[in-house]
């Protein structure tokens, strides 16, 4: 069980809005920066974003990411075939002196 | 361009050692800090171990406390994992990953990963 909270699934229509939760507490995402990564079955993780709303070089701006409070937020606009994949957020934690990870919300293209 | 590749995963029995390894290259590889990364079969991603540039703090997951030791030779732009007393739990796909930030482990994200190395713990 993560610290970190993620809805299992999400799922949307091509050209729509999907919006991921990743609910933490003080110890972790209300006071350290959210990271979020896409994952592709037998491929390596990337990036989308960091510092809770940066997006590293060539990543679109049809990803964004925000934090309130203990929570964090992953916006994905104008959604692709080839955005279906498993998607993680990830912070430090102080209180465990280490990262973590959500447990990973799938998004579906309907 | 930033490169990182992982060896020496592989089959291994209960309660034996393994060490892997990750060769960097492609950016200055003693201005950050890194981490080692796992995915267990059907599982999502686990944080499991990061070292800073200089390789003095090192930071581990519970699940591997005591048994796993993370280390760097910067001369060598090489990262290890030495795993002891391997349990059947330990069975993942894993990954060393490099901080986008220069000089942390506390903030920023993982913006190059290896491709990852297979360990399985069987008898």
């Known amino acids: 069980q993560s610290v970190l909270t993620q809805p299992p699934s999400v799922s949307a229509a091509p050209g729509q809005k999907v919006t991921i939760s990743c609910s933490g507490s003080?110890?972790?995402?209300?006071?350290?920066?959210a990271s979020w990564y896409q994952h592709l079955p037998g491929t390596a993780p990337k990036l989308l974003i960091y510092?809770?709303?940066k997006r590293p070089s060539g990543i679109p701006d049809r990803f964004s990411g925000s934090k309130s409070g203990t929570s964090a937020t992953l916006g994905i606009t104008g959604l692709q075939t080839g955005d279906e994949a498993d998607y993680y957020c990830?912070?430090?934690?102080?209180?465990?002196?280490?990262?973590?990870f959500g447990g990973g919300t799938k998004v579906t293209v309907l | 361009q930033v490169q990182l590749v992982e060896s020496g995963g592989g089959v291994v029995q209960p309660g034996r050692s393994l060490r892997v390894s990750c060769a960097a290259s492609g950016f200055t590889f003693n201005m950050y800090g890194m981490h080692w990364v796992r995915q267990a079969p059907g599982k999502g991603l686990e944080w499991v171990v990061a070292?800073?540039?200089?390789?003095?703090?090192?930071y581990y997951a519970d699940s591997v406390k005591g048994r796993f030791t993370i280390s760097r030779d910067n001369s060598k732009n090489t990262l290890y994992l030495q795993m002891n007393s391997l349990r059947a739990e330990d069975t993942a796909v894993y990954y060393c990953?490099?901080?986008?930030?220069?000089?942390?482990?506390?903030?920023?994200?993982?913006?190059?990963w290896g491709q990852g190395t297979l360990v399985t713990v069987s008898s």
């Open positions: 990830a912070t430090w934690d102080s209180s465990l002196s280490g990262r973590v």
């Open positions: 510092d809770n709303n």
């Open positions: 003080n110890s972790n995402i209300g006071n350290n920066y």
């Open positions: 070292i800073s540039f200089h390789g003095e703090a090192t």
């Open positions: 990953a490099k901080e986008i930030t220069p000089y942390t482990v506390t903030r920023g994200g993982f913006d190059h």
